[in-house]
């Protein structure tokens, strides 16, 4: 089975990695001129002048990246079978679109307002209550197009800085912790669901994950499977789907964002859970049977960001696992991971405090169940 | 880093696969015509012609295939860095001289002569008692160029059927099962030791390996580490060795063979241990700290020869991981294996008989421990 792989970046070098003992052979078509995968057959095609030769002798095709031309993907759509379909890519594109969907679903999300000037931009703060953040309703990603009004008098210069035409204006919500849940669609609509993640992130960038969390209640996971479940069906999605939310003190979830992809928080998986996100989303999309997604043990994924940190330190490490991705260091670029597993979540968190001592500008480690 | 790998087949592709997270670059040298590795560069080279380009930036030589011409790797040797160095290739490629360094370090072996005629060797098994096993001493592979002899008068038979100028003539040894070891030794001399695991072979080729041995003495583990570590140390030996034994109703074991290299029989720690044998491989030849070698859970790799059993089936079963070579069938072939992880050997067994219920032409599971 070929896979063609839109975007060629980590993530797809990291499913062609958790392929290939399935005797998948890949194929990347990379848009950006910048592709990182590194590995299998590479395409750059920053024109769309090439699709034709990159769906040549491919089975199906995948993305590990949602910021393609709908239109793209639809085209593709019509000669292979694509997983997920280009509707995924379409409304996690655009967050008025994605908000609808929430809504639609009844999942909870922070309060907001769409508008499409300065003038209902400020009345929209002054609504919602501030502070309050404004995002271009497309092309945001890890923090780019946003801006925080602490003022509705911020309005006009804040509209000015993000520069699009539509933006959606979120309430700020007083969340204990940030969480994601990964779940797992099949052809036939079999659903799996991994252990839920807490999250930390710094500038909009991630940089901890862990999983299982220790504190969690078995009806919060469980209200989110439910919220992932209809997201998949209303979808009707094949793959890995992401949903990040935020976690009240009430224990309640607010949706915040998916991704139609395997992702970040999901990392730790690889070396954490029976079956890797990566892994499940080839057997997804290929029709095969899924894996369990059960811990095998409390599992910390670190971010290294930037710049590495030095190999055999990490390596001498008890049960650190290393990812590499091959690329050059560059501030605020995503260079690698570190998996760390553990016997129970106090030796987990000493083992990431040592850990983040080696990797450069890792920001302080703080899990809200510490508190 | 970008590491050579001399031979091209299943394992090094699964060396390639636990390196790219380490963000290592691979180029193979294939010298039979026929590479499988399906990842990194592949050079097929049959008349030693191409080694020039095959070195040119590449900053350290393995080796997954050691039946290579020892004056090849030494050539390689003066040009690059090669580890394990030529004199384990050179010592492994032939049984009269593996037999001697067995003898010199102490390390106990089943009784056999070293036979150059049909006269020879029909003295060698008259002395030693038939039967008796004769092998060319070197180019055996996977019970190629053997014979048994039940009668010394079979020896004018045996020695035309062999045809190679110097045999080496073995008692058969009265063992419980077969078992095998494997450590890693580092650049700076660290030595780490897997648990050993049981081997089942039929007709010369591994079928199944299980470890941990749910009824393996400390002290049995503790004699063969301290064997391997003595081979380790006089070959000033840098990554992954392998030594096969039989051991013997009394607890004791015979040295069988070794292997300069990942083995088959240490497939099991991929989903079984805390490092993988292709990464602490990698690890050691680079000078890295050396990985925890613990299993996590007792682990049995079932080997899939000449056809493959149907993906889904075994996907479906808990906790299977499976491995693909992408290799077209072919009988005898090693095509892939699958690791199968349980929480205790109980319920291990019931699920390794399970899956070979899958596998084609797989024979009984058997294991001594059952006993």
Redesign the interface.
């Known amino acids: 089975m070929k896979i063609g792989v839109l975007g060629a970046g980590q993530l797809g ?1 990291m499913l062609a ?1 958790a392929g ?4 998948n ?1 890949f194929r990347f078509l990379d848009t950006t001129g910048h592709p990182s995968a ?2 299998g057959e590479v395409m750059i095609d920053t024109d769309q002048k090439h699709v034709q030769s990159f769906l040549e002798d491919v089975d199906l095709v995948t993305y590990e990246f949602e910021h393609l031309p709908v239109s793209l993907v639809q085209a593709i759509e019509a000669e292979k079978p694509v997983y997920p379909g280009s509707e995924a890519i379409r409304v996690c594109q655009n967050r008025a679109e994605e908000k609808a969907l929430f809504d639609r679903l009844g999942i909870p999300t922070p309060a907001y307002r769409l508008v499409d000037s300065a003038e209902s931009l400020e009345a929209a703060a002054r609504e919602l209550g501030t502070p309050v953040v404004a995002k271009s309703i497309t092309e945001g990603y890890d923090g780019k197009g946003q801006a925080v009004l602490k003022d509705p008098a911020e309005a006009a210069d804040a509209w000015k800085r993000i520069n699009h035409p539509r933006l959606i204006v979120e309430s700020f919500v007083d969340f204990v912790r940030e969480v994601s849940i990964i779940a797992v669609r099949g052809r036939d609509g079999e659903v799996v669901f991994y252990p839920m993640a807490e999250n930390v992130h710094v500038d909009g960038i991630l940089r901890y994950s862990l999983a299982p969390m220790p504190d969690l209640d078995d009806s919060v996971q469980h209200t989110a499977d439910e919220y992932i479940r209809a997201l998949l069906d209303e979808l009707d999605y094949v793959g890995v789907l992401t949903l990040e939310l935020f976690q009240c003190a009430d224990g309640s979830l607010l949706a915040n964002e998916m991704a139609p992809r395997v992702h970040n928080s999901g990392h730790w998986t690889m070396d954490g859970a ?1 079956t890797s996100q990566f892994e499940n989303h080839l ?1 997804a999309i290929q ?3 899924l ?2 997604t059960s811990a ?1 043990a409390p599992t910390c994924m670190v971010n290294v960001i930037g710049r590495e940190p030095e ?2 330190q990490v ?2 490490m ?2 650190a ?6 690329k050059s260091e560059r501030a605020g670029r995503k260079l ?1 991971h570190i998996n760390l ?1 553990a016997d129970d979540h106090a030796s987990l968190l000493k083992r990431v405090r040592e850990c983040a001592a080696l990797v450069p500008d890792a920001p302080e480690v703080r899990f809200s169940f510490e508190d």
Not at 20 to 23: D, F, N, V
Not at 321 to 326: A, I, M, P, V
Request: glycine letters at 12%; zero cysteines.
């Open positions: 070098r990695l290939y003992p399935l005797a052979r590194g590995i029976v057997r029709g095969l049977p894996g369990d095998r190999p055999s390596l001498a008890r049960d696992h290393l990812h590499r991705y091959d690698g597993v």
